[in-house]
């Protein structure tokens, strides 16, 4: 604010010397010439305005710096009191602080002594019970034990239901000489089929394994009667369920079945039976299991082939040959009179129905 005024003053010095020079030599031409003087007096008046304007500005410049201090004085003013104020805020939330903590620990002393109560409350109530009669006592064990007898009986019973489940099997021929024109038979005929329910224990026939005595004798000559007593030795060392028997005979457009039951324990079965006339060979299924993805089967069908044996040498239906020393693997037969066109022919299929009945 000093600075500008003394500017100002400078400016009005400034402008006083030059008018005054000015004069003087206006004042040398009047003596000179008389006409100046007019001239002289208009310059005069000009100069007067002027320097009224310069005055006026002057005095404008003045008030708004005095309104400037004015305002930076309200500016400190209102920042001293904002000041104030935060400082009484920050005291207050401390107070606000200090009381919230308080009631904090009040609150916790009084869930403390809450839960002290509750404790010695079911301490009581647990003396309590240990004060009652034994014979109270004993009649809640007895009523424990009849619900428990109970769950049980319809726990086993529920196990009744699920574990026997009952399907229809049945055997249809596709052998003839429609499928298999190859040198057909005349008497071709299925003998009699041999089934075992069982588990993983025990097995009736596998393909790349010997065949058993039983299984040979029924695969040569369609004779059941050692492959049963097989069974029967091998049901006792535990694998085998139940044996079954499907007819078989020269009426091979007909469907032939039988009924089995089967469980979880035991859910596979297998079948066998002998094509005739034949060397060694015969039909049937090994290890099909009932349960898929954990759920018994509906309806299944199961295409069956021919399979050597492996206990004779005959290469066609008629030829009995002689015996194979040593024994072969039972294989399947993958060549005439069951290979036709390039296609490998089934001789029939066995459909699994279940019986919900």
């Not at 020079?21 to 009047?30: K, R, V």
């Not at 596979?268 to 094509?275: D, E, F, H």
Request: proline letters at 3%; aromatic letters at 8%.
């Amino acid at each position: 604010m000093i600075r500008r005024f003394n500017v100002g003053l400078l400016i009005l010095i400034f402008s006083f010397v030059f008018i005054g020079e000015i004069q003087n030599t206006f004042a040398l031409n009047s003596i000179l010439d008389p006409e100046l003087k007019k001239e002289e007096k208009i310059v005069v008046e000009e100069e007067e305005t002027f320097l009224n304007k310069i005055r006026k500005l002057l005095d404008n410049k003045e008030e708004g710096l005095e309104e400037d201090g004015n305002k930076l004085d309200q500016e400190k003013l209102r920042k001293i009191d904002k000041d104030e104020k935060l400082e009484e805020k920050g005291t207050v939330s401390e107070e606000e602080t200090f009381s919230e903590e308080d009631s904090n620990k009040t609150e916790k002393e009084e869930l403390k002594r809450e839960e002290k109560e509750t404790v010695l409350e079911e301490d009581t109530n647990n003396i309590k019970d240990e004060k009652l009669p034994i014979e109270d006592k004993k009649d809640k064990v007895k009523d424990r034990g009849i619900v428990e007898e109970k769950e049980a009986e319809t726990i086993d019973h529920k196990d009744k239901d699920e574990e026997e489940i009952e399907y229809k099997v049945i055997f249809k021929s596709l052998w003839n000489k429609k499928t298999h024109p190859n040198k057909f038979p005349d008497d071709a005929s299925f003998s009699t089929f041999v089934g075992i329910v069982h588990n993983k224990k025990a097995c009736l026939w596998k393909e790349g394994t010997m065949a058993s005595k039983g299984l040979a004798k029924l695969a040569e000559t369609g004779k059941n009667g050692h492959l049963e007593k097989e069974i029967s030795k091998k049901k006792k060392k535990g694998g085998i369920d139940d044996k079954f028997f499907i007819k078989g005979g020269k009426s091979l457009g007909k469907e032939r079945s039988t009924e089995i039951e089967v469980c979880e324990e035991y859910p596979m079965v297998s079948m066998a039976a002998m094509i005739g006339p034949s060397p060694d060979w015969f039909t049937g299924i090994d290890s099909v299991c009932l349960i898929e993805q954990g759920r018994w089967v509906d309806k299944k069908i199961v295409m069956i082939y021919a399979y050597d044996a492996g206990t004779q040498e005959g290469k066609s239906y008629e030829d009995k040959g002689k015996k194979t020393q040593p024994q072969d693997k039972i294989m399947r037969i993958e060549k005439e009179p069951f290979l036709y066109d390039g296609e490998l022919i089934p001789v029939g299929c066995i459909m699994f129905v279940r019986d919900d009945d």
